[in-house]
């Protein structure tokens, strides 16, 4: 009857797919995980206490924000877009493409630290690859305008997650040693992270071509199909 | 030496003012329930490590609940208008950039120089925390920075700082959430269910099918926890080793790094992953919780198959 156990994931997937808010979704599914897990009570009140402390460290981006929230009201953003609307050959997906690649290649020596959702997109990419369209296209319909900023937020998180893997010391390569260690095979961390390299240049075409193909479909609505 | 939990302190200091300023706006609707949310999560980080986890356990639980059945509304924050912004543009010109890159500067330089600097015998912060010590060295100095330079008051980046949160909402603290979610299926013994279920439909000796399997596997898995991370073990034991490595001779290095970028892909396609995919979401204000999911789930369903074939191409060459 061990199925049972899994009934946290299906009350987390009828929650999000009903859009009740997320927390009490998250919240209940532990508990009647727990609850399937025959836990007591007092262990999962104990679970969530302890697994929320233990990862307090995601919480420190917000930190960010009251410098982030400075920095827009003196005008960063309106600076932004203008020094892009400046660059004629600057374009949403070439601006993207850009930072995918400074992301990529920074992320693999180690240097993830560099970017993030609130140190780099909100305050520079998300405004600059927006600007480049409007500097085109004139002012944008709120949909197109939504998907630009969402794709400088993927553009982040692409860049990062296929990097960083590719740098010796990353948590990802150490806990693949570790694990491989314990099960009696001994690598190198330079062997495993060789073989993330291929992955890491397949991800840049595939999501460079998209990035080009985000272009070609602004231009041709906003340009009636002409090139 | 900088410890890890005065960084910590700096974030609950963060919280409890702006569940204050949530309270003392009298326009503010809810702003009971958004203070207690604000003040409770403020406590977390203050006290965390003080308090038993039993007790944080329950006031995580109050604090979900004040949220309610359809979430807090958002309180209106304003910020100086868009003529304002624009004039202060022109004026401060490229200076406006400086504590902007303050922030990825310092981190980076910290996390490279703090471990290795000693005072008195022990490093100014530890290898392990420079990361996150450093990017909260980065928000002082940025801060700094901004407020000589724009010639601002302190409380007005509080108040900047509460128009940001609000805005991202409580999705702020979904992500720790979601480690305590995890952390119950790992209990539970959810990994040992899902690693037996896929291992139940492979025939063991079709090469492709069992790639498959574990590729699939991985990115399925990783959507469900939220994590590569959590999945990594789980289906390395229940496949990669037994049948990849050992029955069929593949590379342990190949299957370890391709499996754990299989993973990845799983996580640019769920909303478990609510750091990377949920809270940038809210930080950009899309009305679309989904939105950052939905653009990358083309690249991350290639990517799975081509992950899948470099793992059959290479896996047993090497």
């Known amino acids: ?227 | 030496m900088i410890r890890l939990e005065y960084v910590y302190f700096l974030g609950g200091l963060l919280f409890c003012s702006v569940g204050l300023l949530e309270f003392l706006d009298a326009a503010n609707p809810q702003r009971l329930r958004k203070t207690v949310f604000w003040v409770i999560y403020g406590i977390t980080f203050l006290f965390g490590t003080l308090l038993p986890p039993f007790v944080t356990g329950c006031l995580v639980i109050l604090m979900v609940l004040v949220t309610g059945w359809k979430d807090l509304s958002r309180s209106k924050v304003d910020t100086a208008p868009e003529l304002q912004r624009r004039q202060s543009a022109g004026r401060l010109k490229e200076k406006l950039f400086i504590p902007a890159l303050c922030i990825p500067g310092v981190t980076f330089l910290g996390t490279l120089l703090l471990p290795k600097i000693s005072m008195a015998g022990q490093p100014l912060a530890l290898a392990k925390d420079a990361t996150l010590v450093s990017l909260g060295l980065s928000v002082l100095v940025a801060l700094a920075a901004a407020l000589w330079l724009f010639r601002q008051r302190f409380p007005t980046s509080l108040h900047e700082g509460r128009r940001l949160l609000t805005a991202v909402g409580t999705v702020a603290v979904l992500p720790q959430l979601l480690a305590a979610l995890g952390a119950l299926f790992a209990d539970a013994g959810v990994g040992k269910v899902v690693s037996e279920g896929v291992t139940h439909f492979i025939p063991g000796d079709a090469r492709f099918l069992v790639i498959l399997a574990f590729t699939v596997g991985m990115a399925l898995f990783t959507m469900i926890m939220g994590n590569a991370f959590a999945a990594f073990p789980v289906m390395v034991a229940g496949i990669g080793l037994p049948l990849i490595v050992h029955k069929l001779g593949g590379d342990p290095a190949v299957m370890g790094a391709v499996g754990m970028l299989s993973g990845y892909c799983g996580t640019l396609m769920t909303p478990m992953a609510a750091n990377f995919n949920i809270v940038p979401a809210a930080l950009l204000e899309l009305p679309d919780k989904n939105g950052v999911v939905k653009v990358q789930v083309p690249t991350g369903l290639i990517l799975l198959a081509v992950n899948t074939l470099l793992m059959y191409v290479l896996v047993f060459r090497f």
Do not use: C
């Not at chain 1, 987390?12 to 919240?27: E, Y």
């Not at chain 1, 002012?139 to 960083?164: C, M, Q, S, Y």
């Not at chain 1, 479909?217 to 009636?224: E, N, T």
């Open chain 1, 1 to 227: 009857m061990h199925l049972l156990t899994l009934i946290g994931v299906l009350i987390v997937i009828v929650g999000f797919a009903l859009r009740v808010n997320a927390l009490l979704v998250v919240t209940v599914a532990g508990i009647a995980t727990g609850v399937a897990g025959h836990l007591s009570p007092y262990a999962i009140v104990s679970e969530f206490g302890r697994a929320f402390t233990q990862n307090r460290y995601v919480g420190l981006v917000w930190l960010t924000l009251p410098v982030i929230g400075l920095l827009e009201r003196a005008g960063l953003k309106e600076r932004a877009q203008e020094l892009i609307a400046r660059v004629h050959s600057a374009t949403t997906g070439r601006v993207l493409l850009l930072y995918l690649a400074i992301r990529q290649l920074t992320a693999s020596i180690g240097l993830s630290a560099l970017g993030g959702q609130a140190q780099m997109v909100r305050p520079l990419i998300a405004p600059m690859s927006e600007a480049a369209a409007e500097a085109r296209y004139g002012k944008l319909p709120d949909k197109t305008r939504h998907l630009i900023l969402a794709h400088a937020a993927a553009v982040d998180n692409v860049g990062v997650f296929f990097g960083e893997d590719i740098f010796l010391a990353m948590g990802s390569v150490l806990l693949i040693k570790g694990f491989l260690d314990g099960n009696g095979i001994h690598l190198t961390p330079l062997h495993i992270a060789l073989w993330a390299i291929p992955t890491a240049v397949a991800v840049f075409i595939i999501h460079g071509v998209r990035l080009l193909l985000l272009d070609r479909r602004l231009r041709r609505q906003f340009k009636g199909g002409q090139s």
